[in-house]
DNA sequence: AGATGTGACTTAAACGTTTAAGTAAAACCA
DNA sequence: TGGTTTTACTTAAACGTTTAAGTCACATCT
């Protein structure tokens, strides 16, 4: 009934615990023959190392911790698919923990995951607050973070971010391109005062940029707010379309709101892109899946995974004096049925 | 530079690691003077205990080991939420694996969750292969595994399924009052000779029986296959539509495939569910959001994650003399627009 | 007053590994 | 041949906890 261990392993093969763990971790310097002795025995015993026990000693757990702030979020998913892959490839393994939103949750797995003794922490989204963070950062001795499309302002934590603004500017030229004139914009919650001017409040400015230099009126006019989330991109869109001059096109800040609004257009009976074209940002898997196929900026979502391992690598090689990174990732425009001109289209 | 372990706080409190073991663990004979000390102690040092050395010590690890087909399918991610929060409720933490649809991925991090010594084992989806946890249960000592949507014949694990038969019966049933009379299925890939008479497999056994009680035809002129995911939706549903006799529902396996038909239908400029009515099986959240909105059997997802906690800490409570359960849950039909009568929908 | 009990600790072993340091035999070299 | 090096191990301490067993001062009882 009790569990096998390196004693008993010894014990069979007649060598001592160093020589069974010289052979499990695979030394150069046992002989064949031994090796063959231990080997059997471990077979025999269905003997596994016990992994807590070599933490405890090695220091190392020769895995990551990882936080998201929604695991039913497809966008965040696919990081997670990447990070999880990197890992694998090294040998690395991973636990995952799912915020749900909540930050008291999030802050908690902070803590457990510091107690477990990973070697280092991903952070995905909005999931652990700036200050939980800091007052860990703080602590005598500490493991690498990186964070995932959150902009920490933390010396020690290294950010992967996506050129919100960037790719504001090239989904809204694509409008323009497009033909289309009058292009609204639907954004998420407005961002507190000079606070957050990163991530995804940069979408406003891009949106700005692009149609200020086609010489387009950009002004609240065409502005309407929502929360990320499914239905607020709905309301969002019945405002715009409630307002004066209708648009004959919006680009909304996130593919969830995008698709929302496209209910919103089908209840309505407006088509699209005839009556009106659409743009989202995000590119989840859903999104080509919809009818229309939604055009929208497509985040490297593997690569961020994968760059956070990455990046977690080096950092745990280069030991405490790590200097952290922060890059910024482009969204790339895919071209769906939603936003080609009428013209095109038909 | 270095972690701060329980002697330092030992040595600042001017007590033994037996007091400040007693401290933090909320033993009841310290003095509110000394404790005071302790706490004082530990908040000026950061202490946080090292759960690697605690695990090691206690023999368990307050967590248990997931793994998952396919972490970003919507479908497993709401129960891996239901199993998460069920968890977090009990101070008890999830290690979560991806296997990403590769068994030798699977069978790995069996392997490393057990390394890990987790209280116990959660497989979700087709992960781990029988063979894999089958070896891993002969060994001298194991912990629980419980098993969801996959049916292992193995008498130590057990199983959380949703009767799919049962589903597709009353899925089926639902067409008929609709007053549809050809009625297809896509089904999933083709069960090998009697090796799967469980799960998915069932639901064409469910389509055939409310067919016949009916008396309506239910044979292999109604039947398409496909592998579970998307593109094969759309190609089974115009192998469907090129026969003979054209249908005018179609019952289908799983969501993703449901979607899938339905792009079909979309391209072809038939109209759901005036030319064609359609439901699915999952009840995925992007089912709703769809247009039109996807009539399918909802999974009891969250519910099955948490009963997968439920089960596991009962079993870990009746120590290595469990007895494995096989609990069956049934799929409620949600009515969207996608199968209302033509003349009900008009 | 002496025995007994209780309260508030401390001591030290143990959990299952890894690994530096030690050792004994064999191989090599002059 | 005698000394040195190499090979193939073994010994034992350490990692950071928990916890059973021990201790010692003090209160309580008869």
Redesign the pocket.
Known sequence: M??V???DVAARS?????????V??EAD???D??RARVQRAVAELG????R???S????RADAVGAIVSDVTNPFFTEIIRGLSHALQERGRNLFLCDADHRFELGDAHLEMLIEQQVDGLVIIGDSVREASLQSYLRRRSHVPVVAIERDYDLPDVSCLLVDSEQGAYVATRHLIEQGFERIAYIAGPQEGAGSLTYGRAMRTAGWRRALAEAGLPNDDEWLARGTFRYESGASAMRDLLSRPVRPDAVFVANDMMALGAMHALHEMGLRIPDDLALVGFDDIPVAALVAPPLTTMAMPKRRLGRAAHDVLRAHIADGPGYTAVRRTFEADLVVRASSLAATLAG
């Open positions: 009790a569990k261990t390196i004693k007649g060598v001592s615990v160093a020589t069974v763990s010289a499990v971790n310097w046992v002989t023959a031994t003997y596994r190392p016990n807590v026990a070599r405890l000693k090695t220091q």
